[in-house]
């Protein structure tokens, strides 16, 4: 049989067509950190694994991420295949049906998470996003500032012992501000440290009637510390700071202390990214009158909205970008310094990551203390160590951090911003029934 030239042709340009149209372009929103802005050069890899899915990265900054993700799932916008979530979202997305739950299979290796993440991530029992990196908060430090003041830090120092040293090492002729902590207003920004240290000095959100505690004297005494801590020792603009900004300071030399997520540690250790990586200690959070909720419990986890139209080519993205192979592929491609770290029980176990990183036993530790059932001194009606989880949380926590940022700022007495914070937190509980 003899064809010609032209339906040759034809057919060739229909085979194309045909595959191009079986093609699956998944659309990926994420966080604009380190670990991730490396997946997404890594991901070359992943696209060679599967030819027939192609990716689109939407790169955003934190709070930016949270506002679109969170009105695209609210309203089944179908803009997104996988959405960088947390562990804030991910059970009350869950269990209101909006994400898909996630199965893997047995290579996957679901139980090597660890479990404080998995189950932050899952309602009854069930997985609805796959952590990509987890933390909690711990205190990273200049030795050599801490040595050259005559500082020494217990494992587990008090935040009278960290005062004290932030005024031993503030150094603001030189460029060194004793201490670096959150300011940017936001429920995952100001509020996320902000929350710690009110379950340190006694405080919650919420009582077990569900009434908000934000005039209580423990809420008193936690804003004034950190106020007064950082209006003393912190460096100038600090309501424009958030993780970003601080990991530039810290890399940069000029924060003597920063408390912040465990992750940050990989990247103020590592001497592509910090000039003063050989000079960083890293210990516990502090604690004041309990250690209960004094560090956080979080991951940055990918989820597929039940409106992706790709959930199956986005279940193997995410397989593929959370499983042991992933984090193998970085150690041997990047180095173990930029492993992301804190979601599998197996990474603690790997000499190579254990031998570059002095932080791990401090993350290890730190997340494995975290516990979001038990965060309070006193009983709470609410899981999360640094957020209540119920839907209302997101609204009440940014208009609270607006006010915080404004006690930091000076432009209201604290009492003023508390005050505030409380009538605007019982509206929005009031609103939603809860009493």
Known sequence: MRYSL???????????????CMASELVIATVNNSHMIEMQKLSTQFEQLHSDITLKWVTMEEGVLRQRVTT????????????????????IWGAKGWLNELTFDADYDVEDIIPAIRDGLSDNGKLYAAPFYGESSILMYRKDLADAAG???????????????AAAMHDPTNG??????????????????????????????FDMNWKPQLTSPAWQQAVYFYV??????????????????????????????????SIAAS?????????????????????????????????????IPNSSKNAEAAKKFISWATSKQYIQHVGNTLGWGHVP???????????????????????????????????????????GVQFA????????????????????????????????AQRQADRFMRRARYY
């Open 6 to 20: 032209f339906s040759i042709i034809t057919a060739a340009f229909m085979l194309v067509s045909t595959k191009l």
């Open 72 to 91: 695209d799932i609210a309203t089944k916008g179908g803009q997104f295949d996988v959405m960088t979530i947390g562990m804030y979202e991910a059970p």
């Open 151 to 165: 500082v020494s830090f217990d494992y587990r120092p008090t935040w009278q012992s960290v005062a004290k040293a």
């Open 176 to 205: 060194v501000y004793g201490i670096c902590l959150r300011g940017k207003p936001g429920w995952g920004d100001n509020m996320a440290f902000l929350s710690t240290l009110v379950n340190t000095f006694g405080g919650q959100w």
């Open 228 to 261: 007064d801590i950082m209006t003393k020792y912190g460096p100038p603009g600090s309501t424009a700071n958030s993780f970003n900004e601080l990991l530039a300071l810290t890399s940069e030399g000029k924060c003597a202390m920063w408390i912040d997520a």
């Open 267 to 303: 990247f103020v250790s590592n001497p592509d990214q910090s000039k003063v990586a050989d000079k960083m200690a890293f210990v516990q959070s502090p604690t004041a009158k309990t250690p209960k909720g004094a560090n956080w419990l979080w991951s940055w986890a990918l989820a």
């Open 341 to 383: 770290t804190g979601t599998r029980q197996s990474t603690y176990a790997i000499d190579a990551f254990i031998s570059q990183s002095k932080y791990a036993q401090a993350e290890l530790d730190a997340i494995n203390s975290a516990n979001p059932s038990d965060s309070t001194l006193n009983p709470s009606p609410y899981k």
């Open 389 to 420: 989880a119920i839907p209302e949380f997101q609204a009440i926590g940014i208009a609270v951090g607006q006010l915080m940022a404004e006690a930091l700022a000076g432009d209201k007495t604290v009492e003023e911003a508390l005050a505030q």
